[in-house]
């Protein structure tokens, strides 16, 4: 009975363990964010505050200074940094995040629309320049 209990105990800890999570920017918690579908729903064209989970779609090659998620409909949402003052790894696409930060539908200029286009090796069309975006400051990569 002991040779079993042992394993069973470290099962059940591993399953009830909270992720751990790598943190960038200002320090925020994993509590209560809201998933990409009800953002891109109550999200508008005036700033508002949000805490969004969603998972890392694209991450900026260059340095790292940008990222997007998106909603299970494919509609992307890009997230830039507060003041530009803290990047992400580059080689997180794919992995789980809470962002927490600024949050509005904009019209982008056409030379930062073409920037965007470049970082991301692609090329540039008009439709480029409308998304929804947040300024994050802080952001927390789900640990692997």
């Not at 042992?6 to 943190?23: A, M």
């Not at 997180?92 to 970082?119: C, F, N």
């Not at 692609?122 to 480029?128: A, I």
């Amino acid at each position: 009975m002991k040779n079993i209990a042992l394993p069973v105990l470290l099962l059940v800890i591993s399953c009830t363990s909270q992720p751990s999570y790598s943190s960038y920017g200002d320090e925020i918690t994993a509590e209560n964010p809201i998933s990409t579908n009800d953002f891109l729903t109550a999200v508008s064209d005036t700033e508002a505050s949000f805490k969004i989970e969603g998972v890392v779609e694209e991450v900026c090659q260059s340095k790292g200074c940008w990222l997007k998620i998106k909603n299970d409909q494919g509609q992307s949402i890009r997230v830039t940094f507060k003041d530009y003052g803290f990047f992400v790894p580059k080689d997180i696409a794919g992995r789980s995040i809470i962002l927490e930060g600024e949050a509005s539908a904009v019209t982008l200029e056409e030379d930062l629309a073409k920037h965007y286009a470049d970082d991301s090796g692609k090329d540039y069309d008009e439709s480029m320049r409308k998304e929804v975006s947040v300024v994050a400051s802080g952001v927390l990569v789900r640990d692997i």
